[in-house]
Every structure is written in C-alpha cells, then in structure tokens.
C-alpha cells in the first residue's frame, strides 16, 4: 500500500510540523542570501538568509540538525522611537553602525559597506545561538514561539 493510500485513514493531528530550534552554542554559518527589506512599521532592515555548515549540531530535542538547516539574520537600520528616547538620536544612528560593522566583522569583509549587498552572499562566519522566548507583539497581539536566534557575532581572526 502506498503512502498516498494510507493517508485517508492515517491521524494526521499527532505529526509533528514544528520548525526544529538549534540547539544554543557557537556555530559556523554561510550567508545564502541579503536584502534590504521594509518593515511593517516603515523602517528599513537587513536580512540575511543564513544556512549552517556545522555538522555536529543538534536541536533543543537533542535531535541532529544537517547542515544547511536555515536561519536569518537581521539588522535594523531604522532606530525606534523607543531607542531614540533612550539613547538620543545620533547614539541609536551610531549603534546601527555598530551593528553592521559587527556583522562585517564577523564575514571578514572591510568596512567599506556593499550596498548591493552582493559580496555577502557565500560569506561564511560564526555566531553563537540562543532559543528566544516566546512573546506576544504588543500592536497586533500575534503569539510568536520560541525560535532560533544569532545572540552575538564572532568576528573573524
């Protein structure tokens, strides 16, 4: 009997669909993909898809992950309001700098930035991980679960 066959009579609510969390630790990565986004509230960011080349990593279940298993990588390049009360305006600017400069650090490009974002792409770099909390979005109330993300950038040597 075929797998297709089975389905009709198969309980298909106990098949686990989940997005499988990386275990936290410091982990090799390759940039697979970098644009310049819009986000929602009319900011900027950049995000990076990035896929792991570690291949000893695990999940939070203890399960192997291969290689290739995907994660992004974003940068703000539009402070908040709440980050500009905070720090003052030229601060929020300069940690925006910060942060791109952290992340070239971390590919082991110059600090000359590439505006076409092309030169990242294949850059490999290591990052250590952390599993967020879940947290409720306070403008929409949308529930988003744990999930995978960079914690810090190692910088290249």
Not at 1 to 15: G, P, Q, R, Y
Not at 21 to 46: D, H, I, M, R
Request: proline letters at 5%.
């Amino acid at each position: 009997m075929s797998i297709f066959d089975e389905l009709a009579d198969t309980n298909l609510d106990a098949v686990d669909t989940s997005y499988p969390n990386l275990e936290p630790g410091q982990w090799e990565f390759e940039v697979k993909g970098a644009t310049k986004e819009n986000s929602k509230s009319g900011g900027e960011y950049l995000l990076f898809q990035c896929a792991l080349v570690s291949s000893d990593a695990s999940d939070t279940n203890g399960n192997p992950l291969n290689p290739g298993y995907t994660l992004r990588h974003m940068i703000n390049l539009t402070p908040s309001p709440k980050q500009i009360e905070k720090a003052g305006e030229a601060a929020a600017i300069e940690n925006v700098k910060k942060d791109v400069c952290k992340f070239l650090d971390a590919v082991g490009a110059s600090r000359k930035f590439d505006p076409t974002l092309e030169s990242y792409v294949g850059a490999r770099f290591f990052a250590k991980t952390r599993v967020s909390k879940e947290r409720i979005d306070a403008n929409t109330g949308v529930v988003y679960g744990e999930q995978s993300e960079i914690a810090s950038l190692i910088p290249a040597s």
